[in-house]
């Protein structure tokens, strides 16, 4: 930890009494009932990145300690890169702190300078002005947040991205993409809506976070513009940091096996005490992961269901079965129902069973749809689209079982020593034919590896027994929730 900087100028807090409490012993006992009422959202806690909202604390504090709950405290990281983009200043780049230390109420956070200056070094989007951080409070009300939840020593690198333009935040993810790693962490800085009325801000919010999910820079820069051209009163904008979100975008988007996820959702009119729910502000907590490649297995971090998840998942399946054969539609539950998890986006299938036979499966790979969605739409299909089965009758649903599998990205494999029966399902492709088995299929079957691989690739993709030894073959894993 580079400790050179201790004789230069140190960043005073600009927002300490206001955004948070200025006194140390407060402001220490508001962060442990923010990190206590958050304790439930911790998921696995070695997280990549994570998003946090910059509000006052008694507006957005808890969702900011749902994210940093997904921070290890135990680990001592190289370097925490701070993210957040200008409420003051705008001009064609980012700044990086290079004047000295930071300091909070609970004390100086060491400022990584020789970092800092090796940036601007590197790039003509970086800059040391000063001017950008000295009043800036998205990168401030973050640190608290750590100095409490980190056991060991750490440094931070603090930008404020100044840019509205795409291209230059595509230039300073370029430049950062090196850091971005298991022995740093990132801290991206941003709200959500500001100030439509509570329910236009769930919307609003609930569609940004669902492109975020995906991954894609795109996606977001579409649905940002989507948003604000919808007419929504009040919305001024739907990300404020939508700059620092979109760099760590760029970052993330071509890597393999990065996952985001949905922590925790407020907006404004949560807050205790506040009565007028006119015009809010949106807050969500999310957290960045990377499954282990060598392995290839997924961190379930990314793919945490819950008991109670667990039992929407199923009642969602049966009730659009059922409201299919009454109504003609599945059931939309409001947002205020659904968890987190349930908005995530990942591969479904759905298994029917009647009387203990199979009674129809369908399935998608592509997470196009939030998977509570996708879950009801796969039920439906499976209920009346399978052409192995004629559609189901309605006086069939009573007696039907229902099993969901959540289904991890697809992972092409060159060996079938990398296929562990039990818990791998298989894919095969081989120019338009494809065929797939779930990892439950091996269990019940008792089939060896070479028999589960030939009844796929002749049963499922109609390539022949043999055809699988010269197609692409693909791995992955399921998350298997059913009826009892």
Not at 300 to 316: F, R
Not at 381 to 405: G, M, V, W, Y
Request: aromatic residues 8%; proline residues 5%; contains cysteine.
């Amino acid at each position: 930890m580079d400790s050179s900087n201790e004789s230069l100028m140190t960043r005073e807090p600009a927002v300490a009494g206001q955004f948070y409490p200025g006194d140390p012993n407060g402001l220490r006992s508001l962060l442990q009932r923010l990190f206590n009422g958050a304790a439930n959202k911790l998921l696995k806690g070695n997280s990549l990145a994570i998003i946090s909202p910059h509000a006052g604390y008694i507006y957005s504090g808890a969702v900011a300690a749902a994210a940093f709950m997904q921070v290890d405290p135990d680990k001592e990281y190289e370097n925490i890169f701070i993210i957040g983009s200008s409420h003051r200043f705008a001009f064609n780049g980012a700044s990086v702190y290079t004047q000295g230390n930071f300091k909070t109420p609970l004390g100086i956070i060491p400022v990584n300078i020789k970092l800092s200056l090796e940036l601007i070094s590197a790039s003509d989007v970086f800059t040391d002005r000063s001017d950008a951080q000295i009043s800036e409070h998205s990168l401030e009300v973050q640190l608290p947040f750590l100095q409490y939840r980190l056991k060991r020593p750490f440094q931070i690198v603090p930008i404020v991205i100044a840019t509205q333009h795409p291209p230059t935040c595509h230039k300073i993810a370029g430049t950062l993409l090196p850091y971005f790693k298991p022995a740093n962490l990132f801290v991206i800085s941003t709200d959500f809506s500001h100030y439509p009325d509570y329910e236009n801000a769930c919307r609003v919010d609930r569609l940004t976070a669902e492109a975020i999910l995906t991954n894609d820079p795109e996606v977001l820069l579409k649905t940002l513009g989507l948003n604000e051209q919808a007419g929504v009163p009040g919305l001024s904008t739907c990300l404020c940091g939508w700059a620092s979100v979109l760099t760590l975008m760029y970052m993330t988007e071509k890597m393999e096996g990065i996952h985001y996820t949905l922590i925790d959702y407020k907006n404004s009119g949560d807050a205790t005490g506040i009565e007028n729910k006119s015009r809010v502000v949106g807050y969500y907590a999310l957290s960045i992961e990377q499954k282990d490649i060598k392995s290839g297995t997924t961190d379930q971090a990314g793919m945490m269901i819950t008991v109670e998840d667990k039992h929407v998942l199923l009642a969602l399946a049966r009730s659009a079965i059922t409201s299919d054969f009454i109504a003609g539609q599945k059931e939309k539950p409001g947002s205020e129902s659904l968890s987190p998890a349930l908005l995530q986006r990942a591969g479904v299938f759905v298994s029917l069973y009647k009387q203990g036979k199979l009674r129809g499966c369908i399935g998608r790979f592509s997470p196009d749809l939030p998977l509570y969605e996708l879950v009801q739409e796969m039920a439906i299909a499976s209920a009346l689209h399978d052409r192995r089965f004629s559609p189901l009758k309605a006086n069939e649903i009573p007696e039907l079982k229902i099993e969901i599998s959540i289904l991890t990205p697809l992972k092409k494999i060159d060996s079938i020593e990398d296929i562990e029966l039990g818990r791998h399902g298989i894919y095969i492709k081989k120019g338009p034919n494809t065929g797939t088995f779930l990892p439950q299929v091996a269990l019940n079957t008792g089939w060896s590896k070479e028999e589960f691989l030939e009844h796929c690739s002749s049963d499922k993709a109609g390539i022949g027994r043999n055809g699988w030894k010269e197609a692409e073959l693909f791995t992955y894993e399921a998350i298997v929730i059913k009826e009892e």
